[in-house]
């Protein structure tokens, strides 16, 4: 049970409401450590799972950052969006 996250879960519940059937839209969580950043995002994703297809990454604070590197990761899961991230295609 996520608690004191009303607010939040609304704003993405009213992104997702936003999208139409030929597009998607990225979420950019940041807080401190600890805040509930992933608590929030597994409660949102749960409670919709059964309509929606989502694909969630993260940064590695510990690594050397490379420019875009969680949708780089994304594209290996979901290959359709690489070739326009490589293009540097933006509306894609």
């Given at each position: 049970?996520?608690?004191?996250r009303d607010h939040e879960l609304v704003t993405l519940d009213d992104v997702l409401a936003d999208l139409d059937?030929?597009?998607?839209?990225v979420v950019l969580l940041r807080g401190?450590?600890?805040?509930?950043?992933?608590?929030l995002?597994?409660?949102f994703v749960d409670r919709q799972a059964d309509e929606v297809?989502?694909?969630a990454r993260s940064c590695d604070g510990l690594l050397i950052p490379q420019a875009l590197g969680p949708f780089w990761?994304?594209?290996?899961?979901?290959?359709t969006i690489?070739?326009?991230?490589?293009?540097?295609?933006?509306?894609s």
């Open positions: 049970m996520l608690l004191g059937s030929a597009g998607g839209k401190e450590a600890g805040i509930g950043k992933s608590a995002v597994t409660e297809h989502f694909l990761c994304v594209t290996r899961a979901e290959p690489g070739q326009p991230l490589r293009q540097g295609d933006l509306e």
